[in-house]
């Protein structure tokens, strides 16, 4: 398969709350990279972290990823309803090319 | 930043007619751009690569002869949908590498094939 794995499909939880979305991939990356999607938009670029980190923030964002396990993970802390969207991690494989993981469905509710 | 304006944003057309997609690069040359196709609640399909004054290089599976790609210039390339079907039906995005490792990316376009 072109893609990786996200986990949970879809998340539900109360605004205030922190948001975890976990992502496997199957090989080798340079980087990876996490995107927000409003319904029916197109994407938006919320942070990359390279294949030689392991733990990068902005903001509210937390992105960690395990290169020996394959896996990345998103903490969006202090959940906004604004925050309710789609995320995608995608991974830079070489070849200018991104995979792009199922995403998550990210649910805030007031 | 870098923006890629895409339009149309949204499209109806009738089985059998062909539909053109365009993506424009603002204030940046793209050498590169990636068309990707995205059905309701999945994630993006990378149909292909368009690489300006040369051909394109589509992914497995992808019709070359359906998805017609274009990019004529350093700051257009197109995605023409020929003899479109119902299940051609819909949301096309496309995008452009940046400086650096970053990515940007149009804000899709909804088609609809009747």
């Known amino acids: 398969s072109q893609q990786g794995e996200e986990d949970p499909q879809a998340l539900s939880i109360q605004e205030g709350e922190n948001a975890t979305m976990n992502c496997s991939y199957k090989?080798?990356?340079?980087?990876l990279q996490w995107y927000r999607q409003n319904s029916g938009r197109g994407l938006v670029h919320l942070i990359l972290?390279?294949?030689?980190?392991r733990e990068k923030h902005s903001g509210r964002l937390r992105v960690t990823l395990d290169t020996s396990k394959k896996s990345s993970s998103l903490l969006i802390t202090a959940s906004r309803a604004a925050d309710t969207a789609s995320y995608f991690c995608?991974?830079?494989?070489?070849?200018?090319?991104?995979?792009f993981g199922q995403g998550t469905r990210l649910t805030i509710n007031p | 930043g870098a923006v890629v304006s895409q339009h149309p944003s949204r499209v109806i057309c009738k089985s059998g007619t062909s539909v053109k997609i365009e993506c424009r690069s603002l204030?940046?040359?793209?050498?590169?751009m990636f068309w990707y196709r995205q059905f309701p609640k999945q994630s993006l399909m990378l149909m292909a690569t368009?690489?300006?004054?040369?051909?394109?290089?589509?992914e497995q599976g992808v019709e070359k002869d359906k998805f017609l790609i274009n990019h004529a210039s350093l700051t257009l390339s197109t995605l023409t949908v020929t003899s479109a079907h119902p299940e051609d039906s819909s949301f096309y995005i496309c995008?452009?590498?940046?400086?650096?490792?970053?990515?940007?990316f149009g804000s899709g376009t909804r088609l609809t094939v009747v």
């Open positions: 995008s452009a590498r940046v400086g650096g490792n970053g990515y940007t």
């Open positions: 972290i390279r294949s030689n980190e």
């Open positions: 204030d940046f040359q793209a050498t590169t």
């Open positions: 368009s690489n300006e004054g040369s051909k394109a290089t589509y």
């Open positions: 995608a991974t830079d494989q070489g070849a200018q090319k991104l995979v």
């Open positions: 090989t080798s990356i340079n980087n």
